[in-house]
């Protein structure tokens, strides 16, 4: 319910300063470091926080391709790739992947016998600050033999160095110096996911560029600042001191549980590609990738038979803490584990939430692994790595390090023995872990009462190990004599045959933002779309509508003329929105919490453009308000009888759980939208391989009885409804046509810029979040009424609309629009016929009766209605069929 470095910015002062999104990549956590007391923790990284192995895999992919745009073909082809050691060894592969004919280097901290230092530096905050590159190619870092060298010797090629934060940017520059005194070249980008410099680290790294004469360029996927209070450093160091005693002193009087017969741990053989480095410490070539890939399903299968052998009998030991029910103990809640993912699921035959857990620097081959597994088995799959880093682990959900396993080094590191650590695996309710490491590292402390796989056994009730052959190049292969068990040998080359090839992931854009696109903060949604605002898509209403009838084109195929509300209907507008400001808040309210408490306390909310938009920004105020929690927000487009934006599915699905998406909308009418969704994701599922959307949709009102996530069932003014874009952020309606929208495209929409004078979006939210205070006795009193009643769907609505089809003469569901908004809706952008209006409506048809005057369309007052109002869409429209003299809609 709390972002995951609140315990920290509490106690310390520390501010994350930055968008929404920076509080969903990143978490504090304090260590035991002379150099900086805080540390950022990633919860896409891969490395502290148990996250999906293709959420992890894609953010590098991602900035690997976004490398690839910046640099082009050319550029890319004279591009090697640079991570850094520990965290980065993975991201920097994927990196390098994502510009796909790239080779890779890591830097490393294991030294190798026999294989030549070709540079190093040093990284000043790091827990170890010595890194040294081996390439197995000397060359590979002065750039390709074919590259261009100017008169000064400085190579025609790029560098591309990767890491997962940039806090200073001290690292690059070293990095950067010591590389150019040996290799100079022109060109050098750097990547993160987080760039948290500040100015003043900003322009160091221009100067240092303006010094070298190479150009230099920054690619992240946020940016931000930390700032720090005035003696964080000491204050953060006696923080850790005390918080270290007083769970030592809890341990002592409370006892350290242990389980007295763990499982043996099974050994899976995988059958790695001979040949193919383990690893990008000596280099990796974009023909190394080519055979791992081609290799990784074969191993991922050996992987799930291992698995399914390990049949869990009536008397085995649970996990530390597990009820003896036959469930598992709930999911850690620290922002990347799903609160109560495991909840009520009973112990079976089979894993249902599996750990691939990989070692220090080896993080990209236990990523592919987890990744091609992940796409092979039903369970859920995480992934992390042990790490060399000591943190402060505090069990509160405000902090991103929970949990905390110690055991000792394993693979006889240079500086010698000490402890390392898994943080967030211990509670974590893992069924089945599988440890990933080199062979170097396959070694009797691995094994040790004390070691890693001991200390993993308490807190799961399967382990795998899986040995990676540690790859050593050939000129230091007769210097080094590792010590291996036989097991861990170089597995046979059958596996390198393996015919089928894990396809690369899609890469789609980002989502737009305001200011640029829409008038709502940065932070309040993120739009799943493409900008169509160059492009002309307005029509005349009667144009429009005659085409939609006649089945010439689909209403998605267009826009109509944005309405101009006369000063009148202004004014009507202002004054319902302060009638009702309050009944809205209310429902908001009551729609939130009932998500939150059935679909977990961190939803990704994902509202249906345009009119589902407000209310999941108000819907984002109100978890902010009540829980000081901020939930991702997206808005997605969907088109009726052609479905939802697949390519937005997809996008959502590389970057969360679908289980955690929530659909929004404003309301129901007849339920047409509720039925294409289900449909539509269903169709997605089976053609797609992904599965976990629900394709329940929560609005905030449900007049019609269609869904069963609702603030109210009564059909009232939205007053969003009462206007189009200057309410909904300056956002047009979708647009889906074939010639503006690809198969690898989001749907499209525009924005309205020039109606910026006219926008009350921003008065909406406000106007209604303030009322938030006042409402929130009367929301807990809603929500325990909405949580123990039935709210099945009644389909009440639909079964109206059908009757009045029928009886208006009609024969035609989709031309007849029920409720308050709906009818709104038709008075705006279609061609009228006529209003129900149920009789004795009051306040809430004011602004219907304006407009159907305006638009010389009759209203009819019926009873036994059970909307407030509905409206007919003429239902055999020509030019002459309405009496309206279009002033509510102005043409070009």
Known sequence: MVWSGSWVAERLGVE?????????????????????????????????????????????????????????????????????????????????????????????????????????????????????????????????????????????????????????????????????????????????????????????????????????????????????????????????AAEEAAQEARATTVGVGSRSHPRPCTRVELGWPVGVPDGGRHGFTPAHRDRLEAALPAMADRIVAALGEGIRSEDAALPDGAPDDGTLPDALDDGALPDGALDDRALDDRARRVLVLGFEELMYAPLRLATALEDRIGAEVRYSTTTRSPVLAVDDPGYAIRTRLVFPAHDGPADGPGDRYAYNVAGAGFDAIVAVVD??????????????????????????????????????????????????????????????????????????????????????????????????LEAPTEEREEAIQSGGAHYAESLPVEYQPSEQYQDLFKAALDLSAARIARAVGAVTETVLAERGPRPVLVSLARAGTPVGVLMRRWARHRHGVDLPHYAVSIVRGRGIDANALRWLAAHHNPADVVFVDGWTGKGAITRELAAAIAEFEDSDGTEGFNPEIAVLADPGGCVRTYGTREDFLIPSACLNSTVSGLISRTVLRSDLVGPEDFHGAKFYRELAGSDVSGHFLDTVAERFGEVTDAVDADVKELLAADRAPTWEGWAAVERISEEYGIHDVNLVKPGVGETTRVLLRRVPWKILAKRGAGADLEHIRLLARQRGVPVEEVDALPYTCVGLIHPKYTRGATGADGKAVESK
């Open 16 to 240: 994350l300063v930055g968008d929404g999104e920076l509080r969903e990549l990143l978490g504090l956590a304090l260590r035991r470091n002379p150099k900086r007391a805080h540390l950022l923790v990633s919860h896409v990284l891969g490395k502290h926080v148990p996250q999906y192995p293709s959420v992890v895999y894609g953010a590098g992919f991602e900035l690997g391709r976004r490398v690839r745009e910046l640099l082009g073909e050319a550029g890319t082809r004279r591009a090697v790739v640079l991570g850094y050691a520990e965290t980065a060894t993975g991201l920097g592969h994927a990196v390098a992947d994502g510009l796909g004919a790239a080779p890779y280097l890591h830097s490393t901290r294991r030294p190798v016998e026999g294989v030549a230092r070709a540079g190093g530096f040093e990284e000043s905050h790091s827990h170890a600050t010595s890194h040294l590159l081996l390439p197995e190619d000397p060359d590979l870092l002065a750039g390709d033999a074919g590259d261009a060298v100017d008169a000064g010797g400085v190579a025609d090629a790029v560098l591309v160095l990767v890491d997962d934060e940039f806090s200073t940017g001290n690292t690059v520059l070293n990095t950067i110096r010591a590389l150019h005194e040996r290799y100079p070249r022109n060109r050098y980008v750097i990547v993160a996911l987080v760039d948290m410099r500040s100015p003043s680290d900003r322009g160091r790294l221009a100067e240092f560029a303006a010094e070298t004469g190479a150009r230099i360029d920054l690619v992240a996927r946020n940016s931000g600042t930390v700032r720090l209070p005035d003696g964080v450093l000491e204050k953060g160091q006696a923080l850790v």
């Open 439 to 536: 062979s170097t590292a396959d070694t009797p402390e691995l094994h040790a009462p004390d070691g890693l796989l001991a200390r993993l056994a308490p807190h799961t009730a399967q382990v795998l190990l899986a040995v990676v052959p540690s790859y050593i190049p050939p000129a230091g292969a007769e210097a080094a004599t590792p010590d291996v068990t036989p097991a861990a040998a170089v597995q046979p080359e059958a596996a390198v045959t393996t015919p089928q090839r894990q396809e690369e992931p899609r890469m789609l854009p980002e989502p737009l933002r305001g200011p640029a696109f829409s008038s709502y903060a940065p932070d309040e949604v993120g739009w799943l779309l493409q900008d169509l605002s160059d492009t002309e």
